[in-house]
């Protein structure tokens, strides 16, 4: 009977993944033709603070046609990702308890919204900043093309850099529900947290100082936020 019942869970988990990769591939066939506008949206950042004249390049052969089909390919899954987190869901939620449940899709859903607001925050407020500060240190004479490719590399891994930052209050909610830490140390805490947050900046961002803050004065803040949730929660599990 167990082994029945691990392999019945085996198929089941399969065919999630199945119906998840599915979603993802009609959304790409459907997004495909607007391959090229989409990474034009991507590269409208850089593009926008270039000097005259001042263009991006293509290196590699057929890296005109392989970058637009990825950027096309992670918009797809950004767009699938309700579909394929709710795949997910129906694979784990049978094995919750009622309270695990009620715990586990809020966190869930918050830190969705919360990493696609870090990729929003990094497209529409660092990107445009830091690049104006490149272009601000270009040496005269120099002309500044990037590689299309190695541009959609550095801002992925922007996106998947802010997109964590941003789960910031998630961490420190999970922390104070599971009774790990309280809010009380987590507050004492608190120069530590500024502390690792620019060293995180530092590591993760470009070296100048505009970029470091960009990424560090969030995370603080977001830091706050979660300490206030996590008041709530101690508040609301001391009344009961």
Same mark, same amino acid.
């Given at each position: 009977?167990?082994?029945?019942?691990? #392999?019945? *869970?085996?198929?089941?988990?399969?065919?999630?993944?199945? /119906?998840?990769?599915?979603? =993802?591939?009609?959304?790409?066939? $459907?997004?495909?033709?607007?391959?090229?506008?989409?990474?034009?949206? &991507?590269?409208?950042? &850089?593009?926008?603070?270039?000097?005259? +004249? +001042?263009?991006?390049?293509?290196?590699?052969?057929? +890296?005109?046609?392989?970058?637009?089909?990825?950027?096309?390919?992670?918009?797809?899954?950004?767009?699938?990702?309700?579909?394929?987190? %709710?795949?997910?869901?129906?694979?784990?939620?049978?094995?919750?308890?009622? *309270?695990?449940?009620?715990?586990?899709?809020?966190?869930?859903?918050?830190? $969705? =919204?919360?990493?696609?607001?870090?990729?929003?925050?990094? %497209?529409?407020?660092?990107?445009?900043?830091?690049?104006?500060?490149?272009?601000?240190?270009?040496?005269?004479? =120099?002309?500044?093309?990037?590689? #299309?490719?190695? /541009?959609?590399?550095? =801002?992925?891994?922007?996106?998947?850099?802010?997109?964590?930052?941003?789960?910031?209050? @998630?961490?420190?909610?999970?922390?104070?529900? &599971?009774?790990?830490?309280?809010?009380?140390?987590?507050?004492?805490?608190?120069? %530590?947290? #500024?502390?690792?947050?620019?060293? @995180?900046?530092?590591? @993760?961002?470009?070296?100048?100082?505009?970029?470091?803050?960009?990424?560090?004065?969030?995370?603080?803040?977001?830091?706050?936020?979660?300490?206030? @949730?996590?008041?709530?929660?101690?508040?609301?599990?001391?009344?009961?």
């Amino acid at each position: 009977m167990e082994q029945e019942s691990f #392999i019945s *869970h085996l198929v089941e988990l399969r065919n999630r993944l199945i /119906y998840s990769l599915l979603a =993802v591939l009609a959304v790409f066939l $459907c997004l495909v033709w607007w391959a090229k506008d989409l990474y034009s949206l &991507l590269a409208a950042p &850089l593009l926008a603070v270039l000097p005259q +004249g +001042g263009q991006m390049i293509a290196t590699d052969v057929v +890296g005109v046609f392989l970058v637009p089909m990825k950027v096309t390919a992670w918009v797809s899954l950004l767009i699938a990702m309700p579909f394929v987190l %709710y795949q997910a869901w129906a694979f784990v939620a049978p094995g919750l308890y009622a *309270h695990e449940r009620r715990l586990a899709l809020p966190l869930l859903v918050s830190s $969705c =919204v919360l990493f696609v607001l870090g990729m929003c925050f990094a %497209y529409f407020v660092f990107f445009p900043g830091m690049f104006k500060v490149m272009t601000s240190f270009t040496p005269e004479g =120099v002309a500044w093309m990037t590689d #299309i490719d190695k /541009y959609l590399g550095f =801002v992925m891994g922007m996106f998947l850099a802010f997109g964590a930052a941003f789960e910031v209050p @998630v961490v420190v909610v999970l922390l104070v529900l &599971l009774g790990v830490v309280d809010t009380r140390k987590l507050a004492a805490a608190r120069r %530590y947290v #500024i502390v690792g947050a620019f060293v @995180v900046a530092a590591v @993760v961002t470009p070296p100048d100082v505009a970029s470091q803050f960009m990424l560090a004065v969030p995370m603080c803040l977001l830091f706050e936020v979660g300490l206030l @949730v996590g008041r709530l929660i101690e508040r609301r599990q001391s009344s009961d």
